[in-house]
């Protein structure tokens, strides 16, 4: 893979709701990893009082939630910036776009908004050749003299590089088990569960006697299991153990316990055929919708995003047959928490009026008010620590899981969410886990600490080489 290249993951389908005006009803949210649709969207202008100095203000997302969020937050904004007349323009860019459309930037220095979304994965590209200093601004000085604690924010590490925070992250990304109670009961297991009570599935051990339930009555498989791509799976359950591929020191850490534990484990549920083997897109590609839909595959464990978008979008007549469950521990007492994707909104240094850029930012992301109402308008769970004790956050209750406060489920998991170390050369160590190591375990081609070795020193050659 080129060093400049944005890797290009699957992706869930996204829905293209960014021609609606700011006082529509949020559409069903998207995850924040997923790539926009293919159609880009004409600007929408915001109306702004009269007087004072002009501020044009240009924002590129790729989703349309954020569309739909930001433009809301613009109305909101000129209503109350009485001394400029600002304007914004809030446009959809495809997601596969994105990324080469800021490498671009930082090579030309022209061409950039004055906000824009990075997705997770696509940031490390900016940090080979300190790409990242010439298209986007530290934002640290900005919450400083702002008197914001960045540490009342979580999964900002994903956009942190060499002591600078380029973006502020969307979604806290909170995952859990989504499972068919009924099919469970049928197999006598018990899936009730009251937030902060003991989780039906205490360990994996306890997920894996399920699933050998469930597999003799019925022959069901408790989820799908990605044979080849570590950003799925890989990432879920080795987040919540420890697992990395760079430690906090920037040092390439495939080759580790926490990994192991992780392989082994879905290894072992391979063995017990207690999973289902997929390839690609397919935690929201139609094998795995239809494997939901008659039931062969009764769960997943998936961030809050994958709820809203693709059990709920696509398993409609399904309503009321699902509960959203803690993760089991790897130990009895450890953790429960982990996540999966990341889109980070930042300041590019082009921008015209940096100053109202930031403060326009600051004020969608940067305090309870509007943090709450990216739950309750597009339903993303608040990356803002005090919002995790609001009751607007806590207590709506969900019809599509028998009226369960998703939100409380969230709030009580969220202290022990992972933080995930970026690296310039992240993907490359993605890249060559999964050849080298990933899917030649879950095959059976090589053992696990076979398989580790042999990705650790495959990832060397490549960051060695500088490709």
Sequence with gaps: MSPTAAPAPAAPPTATAATAAPTTAAPTPVPTQ??????????????????????????????????????????EFAKQTTSLQFTADIIQVPFDQLSSKLIAMAATQQGAPNLVATEY????????????????VDLLPYMKQDGID???????????????????????????????????????????????????????????????????????????????????????????????????????????????ACLNLIKSMVDAQIVKPMSGGAFWGAEHIAAFKDGS????????WYEENILEAS???????????????YQ?????????????????????????????????????ENQVKRYTEVDYFPTFVPAWKDPRVLNPPNPFYSGEKLGKLYA?????????????????????????????????KKTVSQGLKDAQAAALTVINAGI
């Design 34 to 75: 997923a790539p926009a649709a293919t159609s880009t969207a004409a600007p929408v202008v915001q109306s702004a009082p009269a007087g004072g100095k002009a501020v044009n203000l240009t924002m590129w997302v790729q989703e349309a939630p954020f569309v739909v969020f930001w433009r809301n937050r613009a109305a």
């Design 121 to 136: 994965r696509w940031f490390p590209n900016l940090l080979k050749q300190d790409k990242v200093t010439r298209v986007l």
């Design 150 to 260: 960045p540490g009342q924010f979580k999964k900002n590490e994903l956009y942190t590089w060499k002591d600078k925070l380029y973006g502020l992250e969307t979604n806290a990304l909170v995952s859990c088990l989504y499972v068919r109670k009924d099919i469970l009961a049928k197999a006598g297991i018990n899936a009730d569960y009251q937030p902060d009570g003991k989780p039906p599935f205490d360990t994996y051990d306890d997920l894996i006697t399920a699933g050998k339930a469930l597999k003799a009555n019925g022959g069901h498989a408790l989820m799908a299991i990605n044979l080849d791509d570590v950003w799925t799976n890989w990432q879920i359950h080795a987040l919540q153990g420890g697992g990395q591929l760079f430690d906090a020191g920037g040092s390439l850490a495939i080759d580790s316990p926490a990994n192991a």
């Design 297 to 304: 595959v009764i769960g997943a464990i998936m961030p809050d």
């Design 315 to 329: 398993l409609k007549d399904q309503a009321g047959l699902w509960t959203a469950l803690p993760i089991p521990a």
């Design 332 to 368: 009895a007492g450890g953790n429960r928490s982990t996540v999966w994707g990341g889109t980070g909104i930042c300041l590019t240094n082009q921008a015209q009026d940096r100053d109202v850029s930031w403060q326009f930012l600051s004020y969608g992301y940067c305090n309870l």
């Design 412 to 444: 009580s998991l969220a202290p022990g969410l992972p933080q995930f170390n970026t690296n310039p050369w992240l993907n490359e160590a993605a890249d060559k886990f999964a050849t080298e190591g990933w899917a030649p375990v879950m095959t059976g």
